[in-house]
């Protein structure tokens, strides 16, 4: 299992908002995906991958991080 698989069972968790030991049986075991989840989110990671993520989504969408067009 590598950091990748857990972050997809992160993403998931957060997309959905299941249970974590509703996760899918194809990702790696929901306590590790939540330990994981615990460290990264206390570590600002999570906020980081989201910040990430959202401005390449902006980027893609032609828009600045200001709002304007």
Same mark, same amino acid.
């Given at each position: 299992?590598?950091? %990748? @698989?857990?972050?997809?069972?992160?993403? +998931? #968790?957060?997309?959905?908002?299941?249970?974590?030991?509703?996760?899918? $049986?194809?990702?790696?075991? +929901?306590?590790?995906?939540?330990?994981? +989840? $615990? #460290?990264? %989110? @206390?570590?600002?990671?999570? @906020?980081?991958? %989201?910040?990430?993520?959202?401005?390449?989504?902006? #980027?893609?969408? $032609? $828009?600045?991080? +200001?709002?304007?067009?």
């Amino acid at each position: 299992m590598d950091k %990748r @698989e857990i972050l997809d069972g992160v993403l +998931y #968790q957060l997309k959905n908002g299941c249970n974590w030991c509703d996760l899918p $049986k194809d990702l790696p075991p +929901y306590s590790t995906v939540f330990w994981h +989840y $615990k #460290q990264w %989110r @206390e570590q600002g990671i999570i @906020e980081k991958i %989201r910040d990430i993520l959202h401005g390449q989504l902006r #980027q893609k969408v $032609k $828009k600045n991080h +200001y709002g304007q067009p």
